[in-house]
């Protein structure tokens, strides 16, 4: 029998870890929380547990494959309440590169109350760490116990690694003045993490972070750089925040000054791939829909 | 003779992934044994043949994100050869630095969960804190530390500023020592030599009958490594010795995968030296017309080969893979059979098997 | 090198009665591959043989339905042998009723999880295996996955990505970029 929580405000809380069919590169990292002192989870006041009767926090890694799915939520259902699922990789959140497969049967939210996201594929233990906090704080709170300020350790967490990288691959930032609407991102993406929408005013680019591999592949297909990675790798996430992690942008229709018909715009980074530069000529030419450019430049229409 | 299920599941941190054997016993003794495959299956076969050859780069990645780039670059490798693409020399050796860098983190990741098995902790804590030199060199260089996302169709995607360039020769360096210690500690500590000096044996024979590939081949003296058969980007032009051992128990699969380990930092020292100016990547959207190939590569458990079959979009016609553990598997039935039962967990890590890749 | 690939095809046609014509092709690396085809679908198993004579070792089996052949429901196998560095690729064609190849187990060792592994996926039997268990699929998914799936994949596929990116769009529909 647990005893009771309302005065365990220094409780050591029991992490307890599921792999729902994972890679295995989220477990590897949380194998570093348990083993590496940088990254050690007792300096968060808890630490992992076999065994899912003790624990207090469930970590889930993986799909969710159709294979584990009733081990899994056994696994779960043997955790006593009050517990708390903190959902390691897009994976779980999302299927991420896995979904739509047959043998995927996730996201882990369509069977489980999931209470934190760590998004990253895989995420830093800085990552998984912060998520542990979340979780950790989340757990308390609903116990009715205060909740301390951060620890030293979760701050110490911001920013950069030991060695001072900045080269980690984060959130991706999308620059719509830059955007040609090739779609080549969409086309790349592994993890069906981009979509374009057409709308009436123009057109709209969503990435969801929950279903992105972080592998930079849009970015590198991108021929205007208009999608770069940047180094904020703190993504974790209550699970009410779960769709509106994303980045978004819209590149705004113009008229042809020809003919008044709406157009995507022909952003200037193109024009320097393709011309080398912008003269006169150019400038002019791209306010004009492909219609109006062609009858100005080779005196009508050709089909 | 009474049949025991052992389970080695999902909630030991001794076996990150989930893999069950049922086990036939006699008394303590392990008399035949049974692999219950799938628990992570995904069905990547079917989705790589939904996706197109782009977005299979970063999928193959994770079929397991401990060879991880041998994946990406084995298959890009497959569709090089059948566009008739010669990557640029710089980016030969760019892929070899990411090989053998995921070779010596995957390689330390397991000699650290055989030192927790066998209970040396401080030994389990050190290999820990020596692989995260090279969890640190992954991150600065590549972005993350687990999935590189190194490779593209026609070379690499990544490149080495001089600067970066000498942080990479600066942690090869601190690697050194480290590793050097870390094989007399495997090999001489009583404790560690007690538990896996003539444990889980596999003879040469035995290794031939079944095919057997990687560290576990060459600890049961099979002179094969693919980087020497079948050279494969830079190595042609790389020297190394491969590390082979003849007793083929536990102990000479440790030792062949931290003298490999060791290897791997001199051949990426080499790398560096070598590497000439240059772009890194061939031609930005290539064309890749029908055709069929396949491709090999040392992975750090060894042979993974690749066919591909392309019919002139940028769809895969077929793709199949295998996977150096899928072949090591079926030598546990030989290397448990006579072993105490409580020795399962060691000898399965010993052969340092793969779950995530072999399941697919 | 050269000998070594006319010993190749020299061992086949003396273990199968074929007369096998292999195409050999030379990378940059001066790694070889060879492929070639079996006109009976049981010559795998004496051809086996004669690969296990060289010292041979199977490497992979790709099961596939090609593009072509669709329709008319013929399967092929191509299988990946090792010798010393150069991987050989025999394929052969399954008729569509009744398509069934004998097992290599007999010849090596690892062909049995090969086997078991295109087993399940699709329809091909497979005689004398000593193990014909499901390997990797769940017992709830349907057997001979790929062909029961392909032809259906437009369901398999959608239904959860459309259900996420509804519920992105809806909780993003104010939004702009920041």
């Known amino acids: 029998m647990k005893p009771s929580h309302k005065h365990l405000s220094s409780q050591v809380l029991r992490l307890y870890r599921i792999n729902a069919g994972s890679c295995n590169g989220c477990d590897v990292e949380l194998a570093v929380t348990a083993s590496v002192s940088r990254f050690d989870v007792g300096s968060l006041g808890c630490s992992y547990t076999e065994n899912p009767a003790d624990a207090h926090i469930v970590l889930i890694t993986g799909p969710l494959t159709v294979r584990v799915r009733e081990k899994v939520l056994r696994c779960y259902a043997e955790v006593p309440e009050p517990k708390i699922i903190i959902l390691v990789g897009v994976c779980p959140i999302s299927g991420g590169v896995f979904r739509d497969s047959y043998a995927v049967s996730g996201p882990v939210d369509r069977y489980l109350p999931v209470d934190v996201n760590v998004p990253g594929c895989p995420p830093r233990p800085q990552a998984v760490l912060a998520g542990i906090t979340e ?100 993504m974790a996430h209550r699970q009410e925040e779960k769709y509106r992690l994303v980045e978004q942008g819209i590149i705004p229709l113009v008229p042809c000054t020809g003919c008044g018909v709406p157009m995507l715009p022909v952003a200037a980074e193109l024009l320097r791939i393709v011309y080398r530069g912008v003269s006169r000529e150019t400038e002019r030419l791209k306010t004009l829909c492909t219609e109006c450019r062609q009858k100005q430049s080779i005196g009508g229409l050709r089909r | 003779m009474s049949t025991k299920t052992i389970t080695l599941g999902p909630s030991q941190l001794a076996l990150e992934e989930p893999m069950y054997f049922r086990v036939e016993t006699e008394g303590e003794i392990v008399a035949g044994i049974d692999v219950m495959a799938g628990q992570v299956h995904r069905g990547m076969e079917h989705l790589v043949m939904k996706r197109n050859l782009y977005q299979n780069i970063t999928l193959l990645e994770r079929l397991c994100s401990l060879c ?273 039962i409580a020795d399962i967990p060691l000898i399965v890590n010993s052969i340092d098997p793969c779950i995530s890749c072999t399941d697919r | 090198m050269i000998d070594a690939h006319e010993n190749i095809a020299k061992a086949l046609k003396c273990s199968t009665g074929e007369e096998v014509a292999v195409t050999w092709r030379l990378d940059r690396k001066g790694v070889a591959t060879g492929w070639c085809r079996l006109r009976e679908a049981a010559g795998i198993l004496p051809a086996a043989r004669a690969v296990a004579d060289l010292k041979g070792r199977l490497s992979m089996v790709t099961a596939y339905l090609p593009e072509a052949t669709k329709h008319s429901g013929v399967r092929e196998l191509a299988y990946h042998f090792d010798l010393d560095g150069t991987t050989l690729t025999i394929r052969i064609q399954l008729p569509p009723e009744r398509a069934q190849v004998p097992s290599l187990t007999p010849v090596f060792r690892s062909a049995d999880w090969n086997e078991r592994e295109f087993m399940e996926l699709y329809d091909i039997k497979v005689t004398g295996h000593p193990d014909p268990r499901r390997l990797f699929l769940d017992e709830s998914i349907e057997p001979a996955a790929f062909e029961r799936l392909i032809p259906y994949s437009t369901f398999s596929n959608g239904a959860s990505s459309k259900a996420l990116w509804d519920r992105v769009f809806a909780d993003n529909d104010h939004k702009e970029s920041p």
């Open chain 1, 135 to 234: 979780a950790a704080d989340l757990w308390r709170a609903r116990q009715g116990i205060a909740v301390a300020s951060p620890t030293a350790v979760t701050s110490a967490c911001q920013g950069q690694g030991a060695n001072g990288t900045t080269g980690v691959r984060g959130r991706m930032r999308f620059t719509a003045a830059a955007c040609v609407g090739c779609r080549m991102c969409e086309h790349v993406c592994a993890g069906g993490a981009i979509r374009f929408q057409e709308e009436e005013t123009g057109l709209r680019f969503t990435l969801w972070h929950n279903t992105c591999a972080f592998c930079g592949m849009c970015s590198h297909y991108c021929p205007t750089k208009a999608l770069t990675a940047t180094d904020e790798w703190q």
């Open chain 2, 68 to 340: 991880s780039n041998s994946h990406p670059s084995t298959f890009c490798t497959a569709v090089e050869e059948i566009a008739g693409i010669r990557i640029p020399l710089r980016a030969e050796y760019l892929r070899a630095i990411a090989d053998e860098i995921k070779r010596i983190s995957s390689h330390l990741f397991n000699s650290a969960v055989i030192a927790h098995i066998t209970d040396r902790a401080s030994i389990f804590k050190q290999a820990m804190e020596v692989r995260e030199i090279m969890q640190n060199t992954k991150e600065s260089i590549y972005g993350n530390r687990m999935d590189l996302a190194a490779n593209c169709i026609g070379g690499v995607r990544y490149d080495l500023t001089p600067e970066s360039a000498g942080y990479l020769t600066k942690q090869m360096e601190r690697m050194k020592e480290p590793l050097d210690e870390l094989y007399r500690l495997y090999t001489t500590d009583p404790a560690l030599r007690e538990r896996s000096e003539g444990v889980g044996v596999l003879s040469r024979q035995n290794a031939v009958d079944c095919g057997v590939v990687g560290p576990v081949a060459r600890a049961s003296g099979i002179d094969y490594d693919v980087r020497k058969k079948s050279p494969y980007g830079a190595y042609d032009r790389l020297c190394f010795t491969t590390a082979v051992e003849t007793a083929g128990d536990v102990r000479a699969r440790i030792m062949v995968r931290l003298r490999e380990a060791r290897e791997a930092v001199s051949l990426i020292d080499q790398c560096l030296v070598a590497m000439p100016a240059g772009p890194v990547w061939a031609d930005a959207l290539p064309e890749i017309p029908a055709g069929e190939a396949i491709a090999k590569s040392e992975a750090p458990r060894g042979e993974l080969i690749y066919y591909l079959n392309t019919d002139g979009t940028d769809m895969p016609l077929r793709l199949k893979w295998r996977v150096p553990s899928f072949m090591n598997w079926d030598a546990l039935k030989i290397m448990l059979i006579g072993e105490h």
